[in-house]
């Protein structure tokens, strides 16, 4: 009897793309983006790191933003078997900077704010990145004149066998880059589709609830919660960053049975003192 094959995180992601194009799957500051826009945005992301020659397995820098842009950079990478490689341009210029000129990397995606930073374009080409900046409202791709193909580098070296990089908390220097395969990712993502001894397992569909996410993607938590959410096929709504009235609106609007919050996000709602039927 041969064993049945695994299904691979990408080929997850591709089946979650295609449930139902024109629903939406991102809410962001009062616009909506569909699963079908978040499709064409990533092919052709992918469309043009295949036009910079950059090979399969060379880890891309993700600009680790909590914007429809970064989703769609993440689902490109995802889906095309690439490493995603986080980058922190959320903290301040510097940071994402130096983390451009650390990691070396061959591409670079990230927002028109993330490339419009004091000195980026310089450390990118400094590091021979390719640069590609992803907009919204609606999406644009391009590639940054001048960054279109890959410099001499030295660049770090090709992970073909990894799925992303997660960052420490960083809170004693620069995080820490921690590797992580497809192999270490898919149980904790497929725990909550596992049924008991002779359940049939449930066919893949859109889920009705959607996901808050207002957790830094930079972060583990918020990086986990974003791919635990596309992997789910679950809506989200998207904060840049934890504002109590947005936060309190969207409970209301949406109605999740569990809101998880850090100790200061919750001192934040209770100091709002936000009326107790809007939870």
């Known amino acids: 009897m041969t064993e049945e094959k695994q299904e691979t995180l990408a080929q997850r992601l591709a089946a979650v793309l295609e449930l139902d194009p024109s629903a939406a799957a991102i809410e962001y500051q009062g616009n909506s983006v569909s699963w079908g826009e978040l499709k064409a945005a990533a092919v052709e992301i992918e469309r043009l790191l295949r036009e910079a020659e950059i090979e399969r397995e060379a880890p891309i820098g993700w600009a680790a ?3 429809p842009a970064a989703v769609a950079s993440f689902i490109a990478l995802v889906c095309g078997g690439r490493m995603v490689a986080p980058l922190r341009p959320a903290y301040n210029v510097a940071n994402f900077r130096d983390d451009i000129s650390a990691q070396k990397l061959k591409a670079v995606i990230g927002d028109p704010d993330d490339w419009a930073g004091e000195g980026v374009l310089e450390a990118a080409r ?3 990145s390719v640069g590609i900046e992803v907009s919204h409202h609606p999406f644009s791709i391009r590639l940054i004149p001048g960054l279109e ?3 001499t580098g030295p660049h770090r070296e090709a992970m073909p066998d990894y799925v992303l990089e997660r960052l420490t908390s960083g809170t004693t220097g620069a995080p820490k880059r921690i590797p992580v395969k497809q192999d270490a990712l ?7 589709e596992q049924k008991k001894a002779g359940e049939e397992p449930t066919e893949l569909a ?3 609830s959607p996901a808050l996410l207002f957790k830094p993607f930079s972060h583990a938590g918020g990086l986990f919660g974003l791919l635990l959410s596309l992997y789910e096929a679950r809506p989200i709504v998207l904060f840049e960053k934890f504002n109590v009235p947005e ?3 969207a409970v209301a609007k949406y109605k999740p049975k569990v809101a998880s919050l850090v100790p200061a996000m919750i ?8 009326e107790p039927k809007k939870l």
């Open 267 to 274: 001192r934040m709602v209770l100091d709002a003192d936000v």
């Open 126 to 128: 400094e590091a021979g």
């Open 149 to 151: 193909k890959p410099g």
């Open 247 to 249: 936060w309190v609106e």
């Open 186 to 192: 898919m149980p904790s993502l497929s725990v909550s």
């Open 65 to 67: 933003r909590n914007r």
């Open 206 to 208: 859109l889920k009705t």
